[in-house]
């Protein structure tokens, strides 16, 4: 396997571990990273793999947590906070990561409060029911709406942070070689 390869390997396992340990450690509900783990990975992580970070990162957590019925509702949302993340991918900015992010917590919140009414049973199967469970889920969608605008923020950041310092990292190094070769 090529070194590259490897290297890559090894980042997304460290993402992963990551991830299931930031839903594992005792925190307020609803804010951990996997919504902004979709949208960061639909932005920048090749096709398979974005789909596959959060997706595993979810799965081995579940797994300790227990598995439910609105799976399906939570996974699909983040299936296309995935989506979102790639059709922006060549034109990140601040603020469509923000818009986007937005856009996805209140997705998450509609998906997955609809699984809560269509699968449970403590609300009416009426439109009267479906509301109370959105209005029940208020609380924690400002939690989402917190928790991945905030990991959005450290991720957005992050990621272009390492850029630049990579940027800095091949040039310094290049200037040194011409510098002792030449």
Do not use: Q
């Amino acid at each position: 396997m090529k070194k590259n390869k490897l290297e890559t390997y090894i980042a997304f396992v460290a993402i992963i571990a990551c991830a299931v340990f930031m839903r594992l450690i005792p925190h307020i509900p609803n804010i951990t990273p996997i919504g902004a783990l979709a949208l960061f990975s639909g932005m920048t992580v090749p096709s398979l793999w974005a789909i596959a970070i959060p997706f595993v990162s979810m799965g081995i957590s579940d797994a300790f947590l227990g598995f439910h019925l609105t799976l399906p509702y939570v996974y699909g949302s983040f299936a296309l906070i995935v989506g979102m993340g790639y059709l922006i991918r060549k034109k990140m900015s601040p603020l469509r990561v923000g818009g986007v992010s937005l856009v996805g917590s209140v997705l998450f919140f509609l998906i997955t409060n609809f699984g809560v009414w269509a699968t449970g049973t403590m609300y009416a199967k009426n439109a009267s029911g479906l509301l109370e469970s959105y209005v029940m889920g208020l609380p924690f969608f400002r939690n989402t709406l917190v928790g991945d605008l905030f990991f959005n923020i450290l991720f957005y950041v992050g990621f272009r942070l390492l850029f630049f310092l990579s940027k800095k990292v091949v040039l310094f190094v290049s200037r040194l070689s011409d510098y002792y070769l030449s």
